[in-house]
């Protein structure tokens, strides 16, 4: 009780001082005297009177921004030293109130947001946590580092997925451009002109840029996994491969090449999936994994693929994924390989055949003749091939069919070929003709 008293003598007569050198328009003393407060609540580990202090200290008449930024500042090293979580938190709360609508102490604000969030992750409160986070928009901080940008958004992207949330984690993740991770840090100009804001140094526990880009690839894979988007995956993948350090250790990306040609296979036909897979199969690494070279030279083949062959020689491989760093390929994974299988013979068909009877295909896919008609209209509809089937007769035809304007100019150019061979052929014999009447008269 003597403490206590003791302790409130020695804060009114600070609060004297402070009152003076506000006043005075002194602000290295004004700060000395609120920073001073903070720290005797501290020393008393007074808690509850901490609190009170630097709300009283914020709201007094007249309060420099200066003085409130380093009391924000100072009370933050505190919140590691609290002796329970119920304290933590309140602390935590009473500086993010100070802080709040206050443009000197946004960065210092997001900070105690991010660690609130964390608390209420770890008690199991997820969908509190990402409101908690989605509150700070810091892509408008100008004085925050970039990185420390990016890693706060990361989180917010991350807790979204957590909380199943996939429309809004789609909305944030929009907001870092993936050129960002392209830049060169050296480059970067160190000193701001005259009128530009000072950035600030990140937190301590801030990735690095290459880090940070890996983190960003991992949790679009987990986006794009939730509607199956086997291309997307496969440039997340992709472009975690292009990471140097990655690149460098093979441990690390042969499970990532393994994914990239995983992913391609189930990728459906289109220009964008043909770039990737000659660009991949390309790559000299492929030689260090020569059964997934075989797997995508088969799909680029223009030959009729046996499916049974097919899985019975990657089954081991496919099912060992779910032991590989990035987990299971999806639960419709072995569906959609069989699918892709099946629109690759069509396509193959269609390229060697111009007619070509419903039975005689079936056969050639392995497949009923029901089954046959769906995959062939689904690729006629999705335009990966032209294709007419008359029913009645049972035959599909491959060629296009040709406006009435394509027709007459062939016709045209047929004639034009024709009349060409026949001057030619009178020239020759003309040639000829004058050539044995010359023989005759000598």
């Known amino acids: 009780m003597e403490g206590d008293g003791k302790l409130e003598a020695q804060i009114e007569a600070l609060l004297n001082v402070e009152k003076q050198m506000r006043q005075a328009g002194d602000v290295a003393g004004t700060r000395k005297a609120a920073t001073d407060i903070l720290q005797l609540c501290l020393e008393s580990r007074a808690w509850k009177t901490l609190n009170e202090q630097i709300v009283l200290l914020s709201k007094r008449r007249g309060q420099l921004k200066q003085v409130v930024q380093a009391m924000v500042q100072q009370a933050m090293q505190y919140i590691d030293q609290t002796p329970d979580l119920d304290t933590k938190i309140e602390l935590i ?29 770890e008690q199991g409160l997820i969908a509190e946590a990402a409101d908690l986070m989605q509150e700070v928009a810091v892509e408008t901080f100008g004085a925050m580092a970039k990185t420390e940008k990016i890693a706060f958004i990361l989180e917010q992207v991350r807790l979204c997925l ?6 809004r984690a789609q909305i944030l993740s929009r907001k870092i451009n993936p050129r960002v991770f392209e830049a060169d840090p050296s480059k970067e100009k160190k000193k701001p002109k005259e009128g530009e804001n000072v950035v600030e140094e990140p937190a301590a526990d801030i990735p690095s840029l290459l880090e940070l880009k890996q983190i960003y690839y991992q949790l679009m ?4 996994s939730h509607s199956n988007d086997y291309l997307e995956i496969c440039r997340c993948y992709k472009s975690i491969y292009e990471i140097p350090s990655v690149k460098e250790d093979p441990a690390q990306w042969i499970p990532v ?28 690494n492929l030689s260090e994994i020569p059964h997934f070279r075989l797997l995508l030279k088969q799909l680029i083949t223009m030959e009729v693929i046996q499916w049974t062959a097919l ?35 069509i396509l193959v068909v269609s390229k060697y055949y111009s007619r070509i009877t419903l039975k005689r295909l079936a056969d050639l896919l392995c497949l009923s003749i029901q089954d046959a008609e769906k995959h062939l209209s689904e690729m006629v509809v999705s335009k990966a091939l032209v294709a007419k089937i008359d029913r009645p007769m049972g035959i599909v035809c491959f060629q296009p069919a040709k406006d009435s304007n394509d027709v007459l100019n062939s016709w045209a150019s047929n004639l034009e070929k024709l009349l060409d061979l026949v001057e030619k052929s009178c020239h020759q014999i003309h040639k000829e003709t004058m050539v044995h009447k010359a023989a005759l008269k000598a």
């Open 257 to 284: 090449l393994r994914k990239i040609c995983w992913y391609l296979v189930l990728s459906p036909h289109d220009p964008m999936q043909s770039s990737l897979h000659n660009s991949t199969l390309e790559d000299k």
């Open 162 to 167: 957590d909380r199943k949330d996939y429309v």
């Open 311 to 345: 899985w019975n020689t990657f089954k081991d491989e496919f099912e060992n994924e779910k032991n590989m760093p990035g987990g299971t390929l999806g639960d419709k994974a072995a569906d959609d390989l069989k699918l892709r299988v099946t629109e690759h013979n």
């Open 221 to 224: 894979i987990r986006y794009y």
């Open 93 to 121: 709360k009473t500086l993010n109130n100070v802080s709040a609508g206050k443009i000197y102490v946004e960065i210092e604000r997001a900070r105690l947001v991010k660690k609130l969030a964390k608390i209420k992750e």
